[in-house]
C-alpha cells in the first residue's frame, strides 16, 4: 500500500485518516491560514486582484510549499478571488479601468470603496492540502454588506458544529441552510464543499443544505471542507465565458469562507484557524 492510500475508505468512498494524519493536515492549513492572515494589510481601494495573488504565490513558495490550484484543471492562479456579486472562482487580474463603468461587469481588477471579497487559497505542504477562504473589505464595509459577512461566517460554525462521529452531512447542511434562511438569506446549491486529504477534492459532496439525518454517516478521520455561499438574493449562479468565475444571476451580493476540517473522537479539529486571529475581517490582531 503506498502513502497516499493508507487508512481504508467507507462505503461511500470517503477516506477514513489515522490519527497520524491530523498533523500533516494542521500543517498545510495552518500555512494557508497564515497567508491569509498576512493579505488583510494588503487590501485596500485601488489594489488589484492580481497583486494580491502574486503576494500569494510569494508566501506560498516562501514556506517551500506548492500552490494546489496552479495547474488545477488549467487554472493559472494562486488562489480564487471572489468580488461583490462574484460567488466563487473569481480569476485575479491587473485591469484597470479609469472611467467608472457598469458594476456588474468585472472587468475591472482594481479594488473599490465598499467592496467585499473572498480570498481561496489552497496550499500543498508535504503532500498534505490545507484550503480556507475568508471575507475582506477595501475601504468602508457597508451595514448590507456587514450581515451578509456575518450571516455567512456563522453558518460555517453552525455547520461546524455540527461535526461529530454519528452525526450525519445532511445534519452539517441543514444546520447552515436553517441559519441562512432565518436571516431571510440564502445558500448557494451549485457548489459545495469536498473531502481532502493527500488530494484535492474527493469524496464526499459536504452539501450547505440538506435535512437532518441523511447522506453519509460522519467516522473520526475523515478529512473534508465546509464552505459555505450565502447570497443576498436568489441562489442560482452562473458560469462567465471564461469557464470559472461564477457569479449570482440576479447580481446579489455574495460571501463565502471556507475552513477545512478533521472529525475527532468527539467532535472536530479545525485545521485552517487563523493565528492572528484574523479570520472575520472586522475582527482585529488577538495577540
Ligand atoms: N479552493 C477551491 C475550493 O474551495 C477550489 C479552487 S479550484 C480553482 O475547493 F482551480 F479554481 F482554483
Ligand atoms: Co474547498
Ligand atoms: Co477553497
Request: aromatic share 8%; proline share 4%; charged share 25%.
Amino acid at each position: 500500500m503506498n502513502e497516499q492510500h493508507r487508512g481504508r475508505l467507507t462505503r461511500d468512498g470517503i477516506r477514513i485518516h489515522e490519527s497520524a494524519d491530523f498533523s500533516g493536515m494542521h500543517k498545510a492549513g495552518r500555512l494557508a491560514a497564515e497567508i491569509l492572515d498576512r493579505l488583510a494589510d494588503h487590501v485596500f481601494v485601488g489594489q488589484t486582484t492580481g497583486e494580491l495573488d502574486r503576494i500569494i504565490e510569494a508566501h506560498v513558495s516562501e514556506a517551500g510549499a506548492k500552490s494546489a490550484t496552479i495547474g488545477y484543471k488549467g487554472y493559472q492562479h494562486a488562489s480564487c478571488i471572489s468580488v461583490n456579486h462574484v460567488v466563487c472562482h473569481g480569476i485575479p487580474g491587473d485591469k484597470i479601468r479609469k472611467w467608472k463603468n457598469d458594476i456588474h461587469r468585472r472587468d475591472d481588477d482594481a479594488l473599490k470603496d465598499g467592496d467585499i471579497l473572498n480570498i481561496d487559497v489552497t496550499v500543498i505542504v508535504d503532500g498534505w492540502y490545507g484550503d480556507t477562504s475568508r471575507m475582506y473589505v477595501a475601504g468602508k464595509l457597508k451595514p448590507y454588506a456587514e450581515k451578509l459577512i456575518q450571516v455567512t461566517h456563522d453558518s460555517l460554525f453552525k455547520g461546524i458544529e455540527a461535526v461529530k462521529p454519528g452525526n450525519t452531512f445532511g445534519d452539517i447542511g441543514h444546520a447552515i441552510q436553517t441559519f441562512v434562511e432565518g436571516h431571510r438569506m440564502n445558500v448557494v446549491r451549485d457548489f459545495c464543499g469536498h473531502g481532502l486529504g493527500r488530494v484535492f477534492h474527493s469524496p464526499p459532496n459536504v452539501l450547505h443544505y440538506g435535512r437532518p439525518g441523511t447522506g453519509p454517516v460522519l467516522e473520526e478521520g475523515m478529512f473534508f471542507t465546509i464552505e459555505p455561499m450565502v447570497n443576498l438574493g436568489r441562489p442560482e449562479t452562473k458560469v462567465l465565458s471564461d469557464d470559472w468565475t461564477a457569479v449570482t444571476r440576479d447580481k446579489s451580493l455574495s460571501a463565502q469562507f471556507e475552513h477545512s476540517i478533521g472529525v475527532t473522537a468527539d467532535g472536530f479539529e479545525i485545521f485552517t484557524l487563523s493565528p492572528a486571529g484574523r479570520f472575520h475581517p472586522t475582527w482585529r490582531e488577538s495577540a
